[in-house]
């Protein structure tokens, strides 16, 4: 199995988990899976485990990893919500001796979008992953009628990985 490049948008509800080919071809992509703990939904790192191994044919150290890190929440239940996700898959990696990188969402928005006005930020988002990936219709389910952001950033995070590993930016 050849090096895939996975790329991880934090976020309990919002977020995902995309894999990528060395090629840029995308392989697998998995809405955020959580679970209900008191009054709050937390990631089910138990799920990402097993959907890791799966997408990496059980070789996990066969990947590289790159993880949105938690940036300017506009509310403290968001400010929350990515924090505890971050931190989840942080332990998760950190536990199974799995290199990770860290980066902002301004790092690798600037990287694959360019300059975007305010405000407009999903949106190019979109558009830019339906360039780089045009078969995919990023949806969280078959039955889903619209893109999940989740898995658009996450594909645009796995897709700035594979660049900056291959020095292309």
């Known amino acids: ?3 895939l ?3 991880i948008d934090n976020g309990v509800t919002s977020g995902a988990i995309v894999a990528l080919g060395q ?3 995308f ?3 998995l809405p955020m899976p959580s679970r209900k703990h008191r009054s709050r939904n937390e990631v089910d790192v138990r799920r990402v485990h097993c959907w890791l191994t799966d997408v990496t044919c059980g070789n996990l150290s066969n990947a590289v990893y790159t993880i949105e890190e938690p940036n300017n929440s506009r509310t403290p239940s968001t400010a929350y919500s990515v924090a505890s996700s971050f931190h989840s898959l942080r332990g998760f990696f950190e536990t199974k001796f799995l290199p990770f990188r860290r980066i902002t969402p ?3 928005q600037k990287a694959v979008l360019g300059r975007v006005p305010k405000g407009l930020t999903k949106e190019f988002a979109l558009r ?3 360039e780089l990936f ?3 219709l990023f949806l969280a389910t078959p039955r889903s009628k619209t893109p999940n952001m989740g898995i658009v950033d996450a594909a645009l995070i796995a897709y700035y990985s594979l660049l900056t590993e291959q020095n292309e930016l």
Request: proline letters at 5%.
């Open 1 to 3: 199995m050849s090096l």
């Open 5 to 7: 490049y996975i790329g």
């Open 23 to 25: 090629c840029g071809s």
């Open 27 to 29: 392989v697998a992509a």
């Open 106 to 108: 301004q790092s690798w």
């Open 128 to 130: 830019r992953a339906k």
């Open 134 to 136: 045009p078969n995919e």
